[in-house]
């Protein structure tokens, strides 16, 4: 991955405390920024295929909507971890999953639209995968804002 232009450098220090909500909010969104749309979107797209950015999209809070959500973890053979991954993420509820380098290899957030489902996807993965999903509800929330220096 390369180091990160002013342009977006700006961009991602813009976008992640909110986007317009409009009929053309990529137009809107690129005027604060003093870009075009074409350009944001272009750099946007850039910054995801490079890997500087994992995904662009909205952060739903699933508590707020009625719903629940917890982050699991599991131990997860090194032979076995795109399998696994594989179906660990084939189930609608897991919003996004990530390696770390641990015991606890593999580290996924379950969302659904109540709370017993979270037990329930849990449950279908350890069987599924024959692996112990540690489930970690949370119990406090924390905001870690994200900035990229000049």
């Not at 961009?11 to 944001?40: C, K």
């Not at 982050?71 to 999953?97: G, K, Y």
């Amino acid at each position: 991955m390369s180091a990160l232009s002013d342009v977006d450098r700006r961009i991602v220090n813009a976008l992640q405390g909110g986007f317009p909500i409009s009929p053309r909010p990529y137009a809107e969104a690129a005027a604060t920024l003093g870009l075009d749309e074409e350009t944001l979107i272009a750099r946007l797209r850039h910054l995801v295929e490079t890997g500087a950015a994992s995904r662009f999209g909205p952060l739903w809070n699933p508590e707020k909507l009625g719903g629940a959500v917890c982050l699991a973890a599991m131990a997860v053979p090194a032979d076995r971890f795109e399998s696994v991954a594989a179906q660990v993420n084939a189930h609608p509820e897991i919003a996004h999953n990530y390696e770390r380098e641990n015991t606890l290899n593999m580290w996924f957030v379950v969302s659904a639209e109540r709370e017993a489902r979270i037990g329930e996807v849990i449950a279908e993965i350890g069987r599924e995968t024959g692996l112990k999903v540690w489930p970690m509800p949370k119990e406090e929330e924390y905001f870690v804002g994200f900035r990229v220096e000049a």
